[in-house]
């Protein structure tokens, strides 16, 4: 009953798909400007994440009732089900000479090669070549350095999606889980990203100043700004301890960062004015870059990834500049209003360091004018402010009496 309801509902996300991808094909101009409406656009990515994880859930094994016949049991060997009892029926001939003396003892099977030979070989332009399924490749053969070749969106369904993460994880577990450092190897220029196939130089080379390009592509953020946290996009990977650490020896993918990071910047409008100290300003073209940031919220949710990466990756002293000019341009300046609960609650926050996170919060304390409580800072320490404040005033006051009263004598 239970895997008659998971088949079940995996069909139906399968035919959502299906009907939602002709919709939206039939009707591409319409959605491209549909997607301009603030937050659209960012409850269509949950949405998809959230199909995908249904998705996932749907194809687990489950386990069932003790009585309950099982997937493996269905499948079992013939030693088992018996010649003639398995799903399968096929004719199994054997001689004299190879039956086992001892029951007891396995026997050796032999493989014929009835799949081998070039009819059976695999191009990579196949609508449904998976990279990491050798299933077709030949063992007496290298295998193949893989150039990766995308499928079309047409042909990248669930199901196949869902397929190639599997082969992924039996690749592993066939080769004895090698470690493995994608994000490394992206950084270096060896490997693109993923679904995307860009290389981290046609980023930075081809990719800036692409401003429509860098709003509406989703998948890419993932692999400019890893982190140890899996994001929206499947065909990242998380990063490692061990690539971490490789990262912050190599001198090529630290470099790329920065240039990763420049790239942002320049999306959202500010420029990196020190490279030493991470200082940022305002770019010639903050005014439009500005009102697209505000636009589109979604954005918040990048620039906290940026602000994590920046952290793990060498580049923490870039976090408080970052920071401090989003407290500045949202509580000083009145700009940015629908980033400045973000900036309040995720950008100060990843700060690491302690003491400059404590001093962000004293500026946005100092600055915050809103008619709501200042939740992000406890109020035994916001009442610690207040009394200094209320001191520095009432001394300024008395030193303005004195000069008043030393002016009249």
């Not at 429509?212 to 490692?240: C, D, M, R």
């Not at 470099?255 to 999306?267: A, G, I, Q, R, V």
Request: some cysteine; overall charge negative; proline content about 5%.
């Amino acid at each position: 009953m239970y895997r008659r309801a998971r088949r079940k509902a995996s069909y139906f996300f399968d035919l959502v798909s299906f009907f939602l991808r002709v919709f939206f094909q039939a009707l591409s101009p319409l959605w491209s400007w549909i997607l301009r409406i603030p937050g659209v656009e960012f409850l269509c990515i949950r949405a998809r994440l959230l199909c995908v994880r249904v998705q996932n859930f749907a194809s687990l094994t489950w386990r069932g009732r003790r009585n309950e016949p099982s997937e493996n049991n269905r499948y079992s060997s013939d030693e088992e089900e018996g010649v003639s009892g398995g799903l399968y029926n096929g004719p199994t001939v054997r001689s004299p000479s190879e039956v086992p003396e001892k029951p007891d003892e396995p026997t050796e099977v032999k493989v014929e090669k009835e799949f081998s030979g070039n009819k059976y070989r695999v191009d990579e332009t196949d609508d449904f070549y998976c990279d990491y399924d050798s299933t077709w490749e030949d063992e007496n053969e290298d295998p193949p350095r893989r150039s990766r070749t995308f499928q079309t969106r047409r042909n990248r369904t669930y199901k196949f999606i869902r397929f190639e993460n599997a082969a992924k994880d039996m690749q592993n577990y066939r080769h004895d889980y090698p470690d493995e450092k994608p994000n490394l190897s992206f950084y270096h220029g060896d490997t693109p990203s993923l679904p995307d196939g860009v290389y981290i130089h046609q980023f930075h080379n081809e990719w800036k100043g692409k401003y429509a390009k860098l709003e509406h592509t989703h998948s890419y953020i993932q692999w400019l700004f890893p982190l140890q946290e899996p994001g929206v996009n499947y065909e990242a990977t998380t990063l490692t301890k061990q690539e971490i650490q490789d990262f912050l020896d190599s001198t090529t993918a630290r470099k790329n960062l920065l240039k990763s990071y420049e790239l942002m910047l320049d999306f959202y409008g500010i420029k990196l004015e020190n490279e030493e100290t991470g200082k940022v300003a305002r770019a010639d073209h903050w005014s439009d870059r500005f009102q697209n940031l505000n636009n589109h919220t979604h954005n918040n949710l990048r620039i906290t990834r940026i602000l994590k990466c920046l952290g793990t990756l060498g580049y923490r002293h870039y976090q408080v500049p970052l920071v401090r000019f989003f407290l500045e341009e949202t509580l000083v300046n009145g700009e940015l209003p629908r980033v400045k609960d973000s900036a309040l609650s995720y950008f100060l926050f990843a700060v690491l360091d302690k003491q400059e996170r404590r001093k962000l919060l004293k500026f946005a304390y100092d600055h915050y004018n809103d008619s709501e409580p200042f939740v992000w800072c406890p109020k035994k320490i916001q009442d610690a402010w207040s009394k200094a404040w209320q001191e520095q005033d009432q001394f300024s006051l008395e030193g303005n009496d004195w000069d008043n009263m030393s002016m009249h004598n």
